[in-house]
Nanobody, 129 residues
Framework: QVHLVESGGGPVQAGGSLKLSCATS????????VGWFRQAPGKERHGVAA????????????FISEHVKGRALVSQNNAKNRLDLQMNNLKPEDTGMYYC??????????????????WGQGTQVTVSS
């Protein structure tokens, strides 16, 4: 059974860094995408970063949103049971609940959250100015 557990969130001052981790179980990284989405209060979820398998329906394997490009790095561990998101130079607009998601057959890894049927409970990131 697919299970996703996020960790690493918390309060941080603008300009600081955080590393979010998503521990996954029963996710086949050779077939599915695993990604991070941010949701601010009252707003929709937006894709932040994702990793997808080569040769899958998504065009590309590593995806970073324009909002965090140059400030974020997404990676998976060698055991392929954890997805990390390192975020640097954090800004107040990075504040939100960060969710880890997994899905098979994902075509637009950062655009359509509905393509991901599996979600974690989220970890809160609060960036103060």
């Amino acid at each position: 059974q697919v299970h996703l557990v996020e960790s690493g969130g918390g309060p941080v001052q603008a300009g600081g860094s955080l590393k979010l981790s998503c521990a996954t179980s029963d996710v086949d990284y050779s077939r599915g995408c695993v990604g991070w989405f941010r949701q601010a209060p009252g707003k929709e979820r937006h894709g932040v970063a994702a990793i997808c398998p080569a040769g899958g329906p998504a065009i590309g394997t590593t995806f970073i949103s324009e909002h965090v490009k140059g400030r974020a790095l997404v990676s998976q561990n060698n055991a392929k049971n954890r997805l990390d998101l390192q975020m640097n130079n954090l800004k107040p607009e990075d504040t939100g609940m960060y969710y880890c998601a997994a899905g098979y057959g994902v075509t637009q890894p950062l655009l359509y959250s509905r393509e991901y049927p599996y979600w974690g409970q989220g970890t809160q990131v609060t960036v103060s100015s």
